[in-house]
């Protein structure tokens, strides 16, 4: 994926610093990369820089960071379609991600059924059974994916779809845009509280988009 090769490139660069105001503007810092803190800062910035600009356009930029990097990629990043069917025979589910990882809300919505279609279709042939299952791309209702990401989804058979949004799903909630919270505390307390927290916003109600069953 895209943000994959940005850490990748920033991660394994061998040099002092990487100027990148010629790419993204000249308020843009002079990164360090001395240090592993000094790369992380870096490689949030970018990915939050480009993250949300037209795929071509970030396409660009990707590889003219990674050109400019000097950085050799791996050629591990993703898993082979060999290793997907693995993990699928030994009783895994997999869903669909879109083709690119592109913002939904940002494109149109023929082009965002291709990128959601396209995903579906391929795992499809590729594990021999119906994908039922999407996950929208960064996944916070109304910035990342909009009412048509959500009608879009429903049209094209998938059975269930998760966001994001922060929260705990319940008889209400819209099989379309189940919200969820990320459990990557290191502690058995730090992730009891954040489950505490996360049920107790729940009972406010979390955000949904409208949209028309297709």
Known sequence: MWN??????????????IDLRELLGPDTPVFALASTLQRRIALEAVIARIKY???????ALVQEI??????????DLMLTSAQVRQMHHGGMQIGAHTVSHPILATLTADAAR????DSKHHLERLLGEPVTLFAYPNGQPGEDFNADSVAI????????????ARGAANGRTD?????????W???????GARMLSTLWSSRRGSAQLASTPG
């Open 114 to 117: 291709q990128e959601m279609a």
């Open 185 to 191: 505390d290191r502690s058995r307390l730090r992730f």
């Open 4 to 17: 994959d090769r940005v850490i990748e490139s920033l991660r394994r660069s061998t040099l002092p610093s």
């Open 66 to 75: 990674h050109r400019r990097s000097g950085a050799h990629l791996p050629a």
């Open 153 to 164: 989804a429903r049209a094209l058979g998938f059975e269930a779809a998760v966001t994001t």
């Open 53 to 59: 600009l037209p795929v071509a356009r970030r396409e």
């Open 175 to 183: 099989c379309m845009q189940i919200p969820r919270f990320t459990p």
